[in-house]
């Protein structure tokens, strides 16, 4: 019944290494989105993608490459890990945009990088 | 740019009490607003949401109110119960299309 999932719960990596955050929605919505939060709890979008296309791109690394094979799964790739990299990250899908529609947001993925 | 923030970062009630937690936002073309409740180890959970062509909306124990004049939002549970206790996020909406999340509010019930 898990409407948006995304794995692993937990990721521990050292710096330089490349990792991958996968999510889900079955809700039939189309459009999806990665939020990072930090310490502090501040939520900043980093991506948005409608129907597989990337429709916000928000001031992220490049290192930072989002992938959508379908309307249901947006995945997270990420390169050449570092500290700061450090935080939880989730992912959310809506009915619509934004602006009309709530997000429905996955558990988080808690990445750390040593 | 758009800024939306939170008059205060934590806030304790007794249960049973009723809860206001605040936000203050900057954007005035912001036109939907929307609150999140996030507990512990979990993701952002929807709790309820406003248009700015209304002032307020209510649903089970909780009121949402929108004062456009001063830019503000509020969030009202009654009767607070402990599973209240999480952090609370307000976020606007507008021409950016994207959902802008203040900082929170940690919310703690007292026995």
């Known amino acids: 019944d898990t409407a948006v999932s995304q794995t692993p719960k937990y990721l521990v990596t050292q710096m330089g290494n490349d990792k991958s955050i996968k999510c889900e929605q079955n809700?039939?919505?189309?459009?999806m989105y990665w939020y990072k939060q930090d310490s502090k709890k501040f939520l900043k979008i980093m991506f948005s993608?409608?129907?597989?296309?990337?429709?916000i791109n928000e001031t992220v690394p490049n290192r930072f490459s989002p992938k959508s094979p379908d309307k249901a799964h947006l995945n997270l790739h990420i390169n050449s890990l570092e500290l700061g990299d450090s935080a939880v990250y989730f992912c959310?899908?809506?009915?619509?945009?934004?602006?009309?529609?709530?997000?429905?947001f996955g558990n988080g993925t808690r990445l750390t990088v040593t | 740019g758009e800024s939306v923030g939170l008059h205060l970062p934590t806030l304790s009630v007794q249960e049973g009490d009723n809860s206001i937690i605040n936000c203050a936002y900057s954007?005035?073309?912001?036109?939907?607003f929307i609150w999140y409740k996030q507990e512990s180890g979990k993701g952002p959970q929807f709790i309820i949401d406003?248009?700015?062509?209304?002032d307020k909306r209510q649903g089970q124990r909780v009121t949402v109110l929108l004062n456009k004049t001063v830019k503000h939002l509020s969030l009202q549970i009654a009767a607070t119960q402990p599973g209240d206790s999480a952090v609370y996020f307000c976020?606007?909406?507008?021409?950016?299309?994207?959902?802008?999340f203040g900082s929170g509010t940690q919310l703690t019930v007292l026995p």
């Open positions: 406003i248009r700015s062509n209304m």
């Open positions: 993608y409608n129907n597989k296309e990337l429709i």
């Open positions: 959310a899908s809506s009915q619509g945009p934004a602006a009309n529609s709530p997000l429905h």
């Open positions: 809700l039939g919505h189309d459009t």
């Open positions: 976020a606007e909406a507008g021409s950016a299309r994207q959902l802008t």
């Open positions: 954007n005035s073309a912001s036109d939907y």
